[in-house]
């Protein structure tokens, strides 16, 4: 096990990467109360297949009739909405 890389205030930190291309950095928030992690992992849903562009990679629809869950893959079309089930 590798140890954690230090910062410049010689303090052990976390690091994340996005899970779409497992590179980009990605910024970590925490509570300052509770020091837990804050994630923010949005899901929609409706009837039917997604028919809006996806506003951020990595969004999640519930396709409530067809029992079907899709991930956004891209924010370029409704195109980018990918069935996950």
Same mark, same amino acid.
């Given at each position: +096990? &590798?140890? !954690? =890389? =230090? $910062? $410049?205030?010689? /303090?052990?930190?976390?690091?994340? %990467? #996005? #899970?779409? @291309?497992?590179?980009?950095? /990605?910024?970590?928030? !925490? @509570?300052?109360? &509770? =020091?837990?992690?804050? %994630? $923010?992992?949005? /899901? ?6 997604? #028919?809006? &562009?996806? *506003? ?6 519930? $396709?409530?009739?067809?029992?079907? %869950?899709?991930? *956004?893959?891209?924010? !370029? *079309?409704? !195109?980018?909405? =990918?069935? +996950?089930?």
């Amino acid at each position: +096990m &590798t140890r !954690a =890389k =230090k $910062d $410049d205030n010689s /303090v052990n930190s976390l690091i994340a %990467v #996005s #899970s779409v @291309d497992n590179e980009t950095v /990605v910024r970590l928030v !925490a @509570d300052p109360v &509770t =020091k837990r992690l804050l %994630v $923010d992992w949005p /899901v929609t849903s409706g009837s039917g297949a997604p #028919s809006s &562009t996806p *506003s951020r990679i990595g969004r999640l629809y519930i $396709d409530t009739s067809g029992e079907k %869950v899709y991930i *956004s893959t891209g924010i !370029a *079309s409704s !195109a980018n909405w =990918k069935i +996950m089930n």
